[in-house]
Structures are given as structure tokens and as C-alpha cells.
């Protein structure tokens, strides 16, 4: 009989009924912090509530600010008693880690063996202490948290103890820690940093960024900010409420005191500071992080909410991963079925399906080659991939920098198909031909989606039932001034600071009963983000939107 075998990474006690999942759930998009709820629509767990039970399930995936949103819960009283896995997960291990650090609200994680958890998995409630897990007869037992030490350098050891303030200090012991719980032997220099936590995912968001700029938090290396909740200048003006516009503000400003660089953008990559190939930075949203491994081929962990800040403050992030080579090597071979002549939508589905595919490992994709896709086409894959996978990157054969060679020995090998594309075409597209409101920009439009939507469009003028947003960051705004002349004089409406996975009324048109994007990963959270029912299309299906509020649920040329 295998030994049933368990490692505590924050311990704890706890007790309470067996929640379990066969696949991850992103906690940004996926819970709601008002009320402990799973909203993800695609999710088994869909309408279960997770208060107080023992959250199961094989790792987290999708956005990093998921650790914001298990803060929150634990703040309010609304978190599981405990979070089990059975790999390896740095997002929600965060937010408990910051709960018990910052807050003194413990929150047990463990990690079981794969057979310890699939023995539990069938039990009904559980006990947790911190030698073993009781659950209806079974009994396995709990090893104590890894307490290796880090390989520290003196400047290190300075920061711990606390020559450069508080701030860094409480920065570097959090970052140490999340070290050790994922083996690492010591830490590594970064050149920069991408914050995901000014999204006001929960008032847990603030709490922590104003306590850590009270202290005197400071950045030591260039620090670009995520998009955020709320146009900056200007939600006053459209009429967000204060009780939400004020503390996403606030949020916001509360990172450009700590030095952030104030981009307010979900596409770090599409900014003149993008990284270069090899370079080691620490950034945090999992598009960017995806984007910035796959296509660039830069280094950076998938980086929770806080712990980017931290490692910003310090400059210092753990020696893990995917920083080290041996972690970059593909685990599963993808052969890609390519139909002909794919448009823009074919990406996005096939980074869903790879995510799927491939949820807790690193794939190669082949069979894309020939399609040639462009940095947008690259963009759309990497954000849907996203939503479906807790990898922080993928290979392209023939694409991406590292591709040629990267399998590793014992990667498995699967296939998407045609057929496969058409299942996700239908689950995305299970809604009404009218709609309300046209979705565009996420992660945030590029110039050249822009140019592309205003060319489409030429002179002709939306329809007056249907409401059409383009969210696009700062930088691109600016450097497309003409284009967006254009796409205003259409009807369109060109939204900076905030991005489609932030959007709350009555930015969200309140009348929308329907919307398309063209986005797989705002396909995925928009309908438990919005509440309304979303339909996924093509460029041309958007088009058609904005011009006639209406577009049958049919499958595109490439697949019919």
C-alpha cells in the first residue's frame, strides 16, 4: 500500500467539511470576496460556497490577484479553514502568508502526496492539526514546514536586519519565506518589477498597499503598474460611486508613492520598457508574466499580488521556477490541428485549450508555425492560456525564442483538434444573436488592434443600441492619437487606466443583457465578473456588433 504522505507550508489547525475540485479555480474572477461564492461559470465548483470547509484542489491558476482576494476573505471571516493541494502553488499560499504575517489571521496550507489526496478527496469532513489530517478514519500524517536556509548574501542579511526600515524588512522576510516553501536555495537579482496588486480587488488591497507606504516603502528597481479599477482622472465625471472610486483611487496612489511608475496597464510588454531576452525581472499578472516568458523571453515566476511589491522593494526574488533552466523545459508535447485560413479568434482558442491541455505544466505547441502569428496573435493565445493553465509560460515551435529543443525527455504527448475548437466556439457562444455592448481590449488594445478596429469600421458609425469600449493603456493612447480621432468619430469609446476584468458599473453599461469580446480571457471571467451572458467572436464579429447589434451564434469560416 503507498504511504499517504503530507508537508504543511503554513501551518495551522482547522476543521470543517471536504470541498474538492479535480481542477484549479482562479480566485480573482472566480470567487466572490463579498460572499466566499465560486462565480467562474466554467468551474465544477460553480455556486459552491467555500466558507470555512477544506478547499481541495490540484494547485490555483489565472490571475495573481487572487492572493488579494484570499486576504480579503480572511479579513472578513469568509475564507476555507484550510487550502489543500497537490502541487506546487505560490498565489493563494501568498495571501495566507500575508494574512499571518500582516493580520495574525492563520490559514492552514498543505500539500499531500498525490495519493494522501485523492484518499481525502472521498472523505467528508477533515481535521487538521499540525502532526496530522483525521478525516473519517483516515489518518495521514503532516510533516512541518521546510525551514532550509537561504543561501542569503550581506546585503540580504542587512535588509532582514532592518537597515533599510521596516518596509524592506517585513518585504524581504515575506520573500524569503515563499523562497523556502518553494525550495529555493537563494535569491536572485531583478532589473524590474510589474505590479498586479493595485487592482482594488477587495479593501484587503488597500489595507496592505497604505500600511507598506506608511512604513516608507520605497521600489529600488523600475516599477510599472497594472491596470487598476477605475479611470483615474475621470470617475468622478462618469459616475462610479465614491464608496468604490475613492479607495480604488487611493490604491492606486498609494503605489506611485511607493514609486511606482504610474502606466496603469495589463500589457507591460507593450511598453518601451518591455524586458529583453534572458533578463531577470519579477512581475506579477498572469498575461504578462505568460507574454514575458513565452514571446520575449525574459524570466519571471507568475508573482502573486504582494509579493511583487515585495520583491520591488528589495530588488530580491527567489532563485526558482522558471528563472532556472531546467524549470523553462516543456513537460507536454501539443500537436496543434491548423485549419486553414484562421482569423484572429483561432489564438485565443487555442491558448484556452492548451491551458486546459496543459493546466499545471509548461507545453510545446506545435503545428502553429505555418499560421505565422503575429505579436497580437501571440498576445490573445498567452492571455487565454492564462485563464486555463497555472503555468507561467508555454513554447511555440518555430515561434517563440526557446522552442527548439525544449521538450524534456518524458513529456507527454496530446493533440488539439478541429474538433476540440468547436466545442469551446459553442460553450463561448451559448447566448442570444443581440447584444448590447462590444468588448474590446483585453488584456489592454495594442496600437495595431486599434488601427485595426478603426480601418474596419472606416466611416460608419456604431448602432445607437449598442454600446462599443476599448480599453487601452496610457502609452498606446498617446501614441495613437489619430487612430482614435477616428474610432471616437465611429462611436467608439476609449478607455485608459482600468481594463475589462476591473470594470464594475456604471462604467459596465447597467442596460447590457449581452455582450461580445473578442477576448478568450474576458470570454472566460465575464460572465461571473459582469453577470451577464458573454458571447465570443472574431474582429469581424465585433464589427458587425457595433454596427447592427447582432450576431448569430455561428462558427467561423476556418471551422465551419
Known sequence: MTALSARSILSGTASGPIIAAGEALSFWGGVDPATGRVIDVHHPLHGVTINGGILMMPSSRGSCTGSGVLLDLALTGRAPAALVFSEAEDVLTLGALIAAEMFGKSLPVLRLSHAAYDALCRAKTATISDTAIEADGLVIPVSPPTTSALDLTENDRAMLEGRDGIAVQLALRITVAMAAQQGAEKLIDVVQGHIDGCIYASPANLTFAEKMADMGARVCVPTTMNAISVDRANWEKQGVPHDFGDPAARLADAYVRMGCRPTFTCSPYLLDSAPKTGEAIAWAESNAVIFANTVLGARTAKHPDFLDLCIALTGRAPLSGVYLDEHRKAQRVIDVELPDNVDDAFWPIVGYLAGRTAPDRIPLLRGLAAAKPTQDDLKALCAAFGTTSAAPMLHIEGVTPEADGIAAENAGHTTITRADMVDVWRMFNDGPAEVELVAIGSPHASASECRALADA????????????????????????????TRLRASGVQILPDLCWCSISEPVFPTKTRALITNSGKYAHYGPGLSGRTV???NLADCIEATLTGRVPPRLPAWLA
Do not use: S
Not at 469 to 477: E, F, K, L, S, Y
Open 457 to 484: 469600421l472606416g466611416d460608419r458609425k456604431r448602432h445607437p443600441d449598442v454600446t462599443v469600449i476599448v480599453t487601452a493603456g496610457r502609452d498606446i493612447m498617446a501614441e495613437t492619437g489619430d487612430v482614435l
Open 535 to 537: 458571447r465570443f467572436g
